[in-house]
C-alpha cells in the first residue's frame, strides 16, 4: 500500500530538512501507529503523503499503491483511495458538507445519487457519530467545535471507503466518550472492511487502547528509531520519548 525508503524531505521555502532517512512500509490490511513528541515530523509525514506542495522530497523513494508518489498528485492520491483525517480540519466557505460529499462519492464512483437517498444514508452515519444533521447543509466545518470537525473527517470517511486512512491525531480535539464512539464506529468499519491499510499518528497510547496497532514506532527528529507492538506505546507512556542507549543502537544497525 505504502511504501518509503530513506526518505529525506525538505520544507520548500526555507529548506529545512523534516524528515531525514525515513522509511516505513504498509501493507495491505495493517494498522501501523507512529508515535512522536511535538516537532517530530509526524503531520510532515502525512502531508507528503498527499503531496502537499510546501514539502519536497529531496532523497529516496515512495511508492502509493505501487506508484511513484512523485508522479501523482494530491487529486490523483485521493482517487486512488488514500484519505487523511487532518490533525486541524479547515473551515471551507461556500460549500456545504452535503454537496461536497456527493461530488466527492460522484469522483469516485461516476455515478450520480439521489439527492434524497444519498442525504437519508449520511444522516444514518450523522447518528451514529452523534453529529448535527444540520452540519450537512453548511458550509464545511462551520461553527463545529474541534471534535465535531474530527467526527465530520469520519462520516467522510465512510461515505468514500478508502483503501489507506492516515488518522493525524485523530484523539486530539475528542473527549472520552467521544473518542471512544469514534473508534467503535472506526472499527465497525475496519471489520467491514478488513483489507483496509491504517497509519494512526498520534503523541499518546489511549487511542491504541480502542484501535489495536499492528506495529508501533517511535519517531524522533525526522525517523523512525524503534519499532515494536503495543508494548512499546506503553513504554513510551511510561518513559516519553528520550532516545536510550538501547535505542540507539537499533537505530545505527
Ligand atoms: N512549512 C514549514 N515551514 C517551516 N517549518 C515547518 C514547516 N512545516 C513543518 N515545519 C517544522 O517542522 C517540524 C515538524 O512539524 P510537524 O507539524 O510535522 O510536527 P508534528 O510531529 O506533527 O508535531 P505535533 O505533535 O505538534 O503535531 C516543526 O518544527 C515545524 O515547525
Ligand atoms: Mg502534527
Given at each position: 500500500?505504502?511504501?518509503?525508503?530513506?526518505?529525506?524531505?525538505?520544507?520548500?521555502?526555507?529548506?529545512?530538512?523534516?524528515?531525514?532517512?525515513?522509511?516505513?512500509?504498509?501493507?495491505?490490511?495493517?494498522?501501523?501507529?507512529?508515535?512522536?513528541?511535538?516537532?517530530?515530523?509526524?503531520?510532515?509525514?502525512?502531508?507528503?503523503?498527499?503531496?502537499?506542495?510546501?514539502?519536497?522530497?529531496?532523497?529516496?523513494?515512495?511508492?502509493?499503491?505501487?506508484?511513484?508518489?512523485?508522479?501523482?498528485?494530491?487529486?490523483?492520491?485521493?482517487?486512488?483511495?488514500?484519505?487523511?483525517?487532518?490533525?486541524?480540519?479547515?473551515?471551507?466557505?461556500?460549500?456545504?458538507?452535503?454537496?461536497?460529499?456527493?461530488?466527492?462519492?460522484?469522483?469516485?464512483?461516476?455515478?450520480?445519487?439521489?439527492?434524497?437517498?444519498?442525504?437519508?444514508?449520511?444522516?444514518?452515519?450523522?447518528?451514529?457519530?452523534?453529529?448535527?444533521?444540520?452540519?450537512?447543509?453548511?458550509?464545511?466545518?462551520?461553527?463545529?467545535?474541534?471534535?465535531?470537525?474530527?467526527?465530520?473527517?469520519?462520516?467522510?470517511?465512510?461515505?468514500?471507503?478508502?483503501?489507506?486512512?492516515?488518522?493525524?491525531?485523530?484523539?486530539?480535539?475528542?473527549?472520552?466518550?467521544?473518542?471512544?464512539q469514534v473508534c467503535k464506529v472506526f472499527?465497525?468499519?475496519?471489520?467491514?472492511?478488513?483489507?483496509?491499510?491504517?497509519?494512526?499518528i498520534t503523541h499518546y497510547s489511549r487511542?491504541?487502547?480502542?484501535?489495536?496497532?499492528?506495529?508501533?514506532?517511535?519517531?524522533?527528529?525526522?525517523?523512525?528509531?524503534?519499532?515494536?507492538?503495543?508494548?512499546?506505546?506503553?513504554?513510551?507512556?511510561?518513559?516519553?520519548?528520550?532516545?536510550?542507549?538501547?535505542t540507539k543502537e537499533q537505530s545505527h544497525?
Amino acid at each position: 500500500m505504502l511504501e518509503m525508503k530513506h526518505v529525506t524531505v525538505e520544507t520548500v521555502d526555507i529548506k529545512k530538512p523534516i524528515l531525514k532517512d525515513f522509511s516505513l512500509s504498509i501493507q495491505e490490511g495493517e494498522i501501523h501507529a507512529i508515535m512522536g513528541p511535538n516537532g517530530a515530523g509526524k503531520s510532515t509525514l502525512s502531508k507528503v503523503i498527499f503531496k502537499n506542495p510546501n514539502y519536497e522530497i529531496k532523497q529516496g523513494e515512495i511508492t502509493l499503491f505501487d506508484q511513484d508518489l512523485k508522479a501523482l498528485q494530491t487529486e490523483q492520491i485521493a482517487r486512488m483511495g488514500a484519505f487523511l483525517v487532518l490533525q486541524d480540519p479547515p473551515v471551507i466557505e461556500g460549500v456545504s458538507t452535503s454537496d461536497f460529499m456527493r461530488e466527492a462519492l460522484y469522483e469516485k464512483t461516476k455515478e450520480r445519487v439521489n439527492l434524497y437517498s444519498f442525504v437519508k444514508e449520511i444522516e444514518k452515519d450523522c447518528q451514529k457519530l452523534s453529529l448535527k444533521e444540520e452540519l450537512l447543509h453548511q458550509s464545511i466545518n462551520q461553527g463545529l467545535s474541534g471534535g465535531e470537525r474530527k467526527k465530520n473527517e469520519l462520516l467522510q470517511l465512510l461515505l468514500l471507503k478508502p483503501k489507506l486512512i492516515v488518522l493525524d491525531e485523530l484523539d486530539s480535539g475528542l473527549d472520552v466518550d467521544s473518542l471512544k464512539q469514534v473508534c467503535k464506529v472506526f472499527n465497525d468499519y475496519l471489520k467491514e472492511y478488513p483489507s483496509t491499510s491504517v497509519l494512526i499518528i498520534t503523541h499518546y497510547s489511549r487511542i491504541l487502547e480502542y484501535i489495536h496497532p499492528d506495529f508501533v514506532h517511535k519517531m524522533v527528529d525526522g525517523k523512525i528509531v524503534q519499532t515494536g507492538t503495543i508494548h512499546l506505546a506503553k513504554e513510551i507512556e511510561k518513559e516519553g520519548y528520550q532516545i536510550n542507549e538501547h535505542t540507539k543502537e537499533q537505530s545505527h544497525e
